[in-house]
């Protein structure tokens, strides 16, 4: 008796909750919400598995690579995958000295130089970075791969797992509390502007690009961020040090047969001239190519891509992403002669 009773109450359970995630995704997807993946650090160490495959480029950088570069158009093209390993709001030097130090790695990096970021010695969020890095060291058992490979495919099929828009934490850090002084938060992001794909490409959705308003509020995060500079432009010795580090993981993989580039990626309005005043090209972007002896691709320096206008002054839409990356692949094969698979099936 008792045995048929708790069958009945587990049933109905079950049933309840059923019925509860069914109708939960039913709602969201009833208000338009799409497929987004867990930006997280399984995501991130499954694509850093990557870098060793001979037809692969690697990305690292923030932000802007990560809207910047479309992954499709990339494939497309040169017939070679892209590895995404930018983070957003993060310094990439940390990422560039623990590729420089793995003897495996001898393949194509390519490096985003936002200026404020690139060069900054803040903690921001590099404790996000150096928790990547953590996980894929220890990222190597089978019950992690098939735990990561279980929760992908769960994901691209069901909208209520986006754990950036719909999980108890993420419900949790909409609500407003007094920031400590002296420690940096994440400013709270409008949900469309930043969807991520099977490939860690962050797209911002037509929602976000027809809506005034959410573009708004991310250029005041930006303005009260100070155009996205944390602390004073790094000169002189401290200056010195950053670049002698970059150069110094930079010659270890071109040591090792690897191909090393830098780009600089769209800005436009407020922001770029804020980052014009406070990192002026020829002490900072110029001087980083010198010193490093690596080749860059400004994006002012080319008519198709001077004069893109970014939707809150910092990223490209899905769109402009296309072309942007179109222009990039041509210029790596035209300029720095880059060889890729398909590329004659392209240009």
């Known amino acids: 008796m008792n045995k048929d009773h708790f069958l009945k109450s587990a049933t109905l359970m079950l049933c309840i909750m059923v019925v509860a995630l069914i109708s939960w995704e039913w709602f969201l997807r009833d208000k338009g919400h799409k497929i987004s993946y867990d930006d997280g650090s399984a995501l991130w160490a499954n694509k850093r598995d990557m870098v060793y495959h001979s037809n692969a480029t690697v990305f690292i950088g923030s932000s802007r690579i990560k809207y910047d570069l479309d992954t499709e158009t990339w494939k497309k093209i040169t017939g070679e995958y892209p590895v995404q390993l930018a983070m957003e709001g993060t310094n990439p030097r940390p990422i560039l000295e623990q590729l420089g130090n793995d003897k495996k790695f001898k393949g194509r990096l390519i490096i985003d130089v936002t200026e404020g970021l690139f060069f900054s010695e803040s903690p921001g969020r590099q404790m996000e970075v150096t928790a990547n890095l953590e ?3 220890s ?3 089978p019950a992690q791969k098939s735990s990561f490979l279980l929760n992908k495919h769960l994901e691209s099929n ?3 797992l986006d754990k ?3 999980s108890l934490a993420a419900m949790m850090d909409k609500i407003k509390l007094p920031q400590r002084q002296g420690v940096f938060s994440m400013p709270d992001f409008p ?3 930043n969807r991520v794909n099977a490939d860690r490409q962050s797209i911002m959705t037509p929602e976000f690009l027809a809506d005034s308003n959410l573009q708004n509020r991310v250029k005041m995060i930006w303005n009260n961020m100070g155009g996205g500079r944390r602390e004073p432009p790094p000169t002189g010795d401290t200056l010195l040090k950053i670049l002698s580090n970059v150069k110094n ?6 040591a090792r047969g690897g191909s090393v580039l830098f780009v600089r990626t769209p800005s436009s309005g407020p922001f770029l001239m804020i980052e014009e005043k406070g990192y002026p090209r020829k002490m900072y972007w110029d001087q980083l190519l010198k010193f490093t002896n690596t080749p860059g691709i400004h994006f002012l320096d080319y008519k198709e891509t001077a004069n893109y206008q970014c939707p809150e002054f910092s990223h490209l839409s899905k769109s402009d992403a ?3 990356t179109t222009h990039l692949i041509n210029t790596l094969a035209t300029e720095q002669h880059w060889i890729f698979p398909a590329i004659q099936k392209s240009f």
Do not use: C, Q
Request: proline content about 0%; cysteine-free.
């Open 164 to 166: 950036a828009g719909f």
């Open 249 to 254: 993981s930079i010659e270890k993989i071109k």
């Open 135 to 137: 996980f894929y060291k």
């Open 158 to 160: 069901l909208v209520f």
């Open 322 to 324: 296309v072309l942007y």
């Open 139 to 141: 990222n190597h058992t």
């Open 191 to 193: 949900l469309e502007f």
